[in-house]
């Protein structure tokens, strides 16, 4: 069994949780010394953070080869990234994604993919008012950023051209199970959710890539 | 190793009827998608020069045949799930029968072998009847090639019942 809370207790360390959400957010491939610039602190003392973040299994390492080759290239540098798995605890211990997966099943058994996505489209709608409430009730009036709700919903977004591009699925367990149904209910989620905060739900559109969130939102009206 | 991967859709309509024609539109748009996709090997095609042409078969008129190797599972995945052919399969409720058993299939093949569609069928039978195994498997239940064969050079073992059972078919 992994131990998740333990990984997790690895992020206890300010200086340590700050590197790991540089590298997360950065999305490929983060040096020693982006990292010790980015936490501002020594590359020694960044190494040493990160490689436990590597032991804890939070993060991935590996040597990348100078670009130039021949003499006077250096040595290959240490590289980190995020590791894919997934972490999670709970207490009490709750297991919502069996459930999620089990009515996935059902949806499919039911050929009730229209109603899936439609109640897909009514929560975004639901979260999206909910996000407008929770933000109108904070200091700043101005209107919420898609990029802020999408960012709260765990899509790490990132504007990309005339696009918002999703790095994360927040659904990827199910996603890899029921392609088809979640990849369908989440970009109905999403267009709820521009619903829900007042913008045009059709910004958001299907356009799936490897190993990113199936859905682009475009910036502005009529992509 | 390379993996073939079978699937078989019931179309609701013939294939030269209004009902289908979105579907027979985006053939070669979808195909020239998959010929380009990164991992892909090789595709069974009716005639290389009418990409609009689907797959002449025995197994029934309303039956849609597609048979395909590639390099990975992930290379199938990224091509199937990760590219604009996933708009083509939530459309595929317009154009093609529900069913309640498995349309898809795949299994590990040496490279460079190009499987027939009957021992494709085959396959999915093997799936219908036994489940997922590492000769017959589903992105839900996957297995590696490794794992494959690992299975195939198993020695013939007695099931409880005292009958040997042959693994490799």
Redo the contacts between chains.
């Keep these: 069994m992994s131990d998740d809370l333990g990984a997790l207790t690895q992020l206890h360390d300010p200086v340590r949780r700050a590197l790991y959400e540089f590298v997360a957010r950065h999305g490929g491939d983060v040096g020693r010394g982006e990292a010790a610039e980015a936490a501002g602190i020594s590359r020694t003392l960044a190494a040493f953070h990160l490689d436990k973040l590597v032991e804890a299994g939070l993060l991935e390492a590996r040597f990348k080869s100078p670009e130039k080759k021949g003499p006077g290239s250096g040595r290959p540098a240490k590289v980190y990234r995020r590791a894919p798995n997934e972490r999670t605890v709970s207490l009490p211990p709750r297991d919502y994604a069996a459930l999620a997966s089990v009515l996935a099943d059902a949806v499919d058994l039911l050929?009730g993919?229209e109603q899936a996505e439609k109640a897909a489209r009514a929560a975004g709608v639901r979260l999206g008012k909910r996000a407008v409430q929770k933000h109108a009730a904070g200091k700043s009036r101005k209107a919420l950023a898609v990029l802020d709700v999408l960012e709260d919903r765990g899509y790490e977004p990132r504007v990309e051209g005339p696009c918002i591009r999703l790095r994360n699925c927040p659904f990827h367990v199910l996603a890899?199970?029921h392609?088809?149904l979640v990849?369908?209910m989440n970009l109905a989620l999403c267009q709820g959710l521009l619903e829900g905060i007042g913008d045009e739900p059709s910004k958001a559109s299907?356009?799936?890539?490897?190993d990113e969130c199936?859905v682009v939102v475009s910036k502005t009206n009529g992509r | 190793m390379h993996l073939a991967e079978l699937n078989i859709a019931h179309m609701r309509a013939p294939i030269g009827s209004p009902e289908l024609a979105d579907f027979v539109d985006a053939l070669e748009p979808i195909n020239a998608l998959a010929d380009a996709a990164p991992g892909f090997v090789w595709r069974l095609k009716e005639d290389p020069n009418q990409p609009r042409l689907t797959v002449k078969h025995d197994f029934g008129d309303h039956l849609l045949v597609n048979f395909s190797i590639w390099e990975s599972l992930d290379a199938l995945w990224?091509y199937?799930?990760?590219?604009?052919h996933?708009?083509f399969?939530?459309r595929?409720?317009e154009w093609f029968k529900?069913m309640a058993e498995p349309t898809m299939v795949m299994w590990w093949i040496p490279e460079g072998y190009i499987p027939s569609v009957a021992e494709a069928m085959e396959r999915l039978e093997r799936l219908k009847a036994e489940g997922p195994s590492p000769m017959a498997f589903t992105?839900?239940d996957s297995y590696s090639s490794e794992e494959a064969l690992a299975f195939m050079n198993a020695p013939l073992t007695k099931s409880e019942s005292g009958v040997v059972t042959s693994r490799n078919s």
């Excluded at chain 2, 199937?80 to 604009?84: L, S």
């Design positions: 050929g993919e890899k199970e392609p088809v990849c369908s299907m356009d799936p890539r490897p199936c | 990224n199937v799930y990760k590219t604009h996933l708009d399969l939530r595929r409720r529900r992105y839900k």
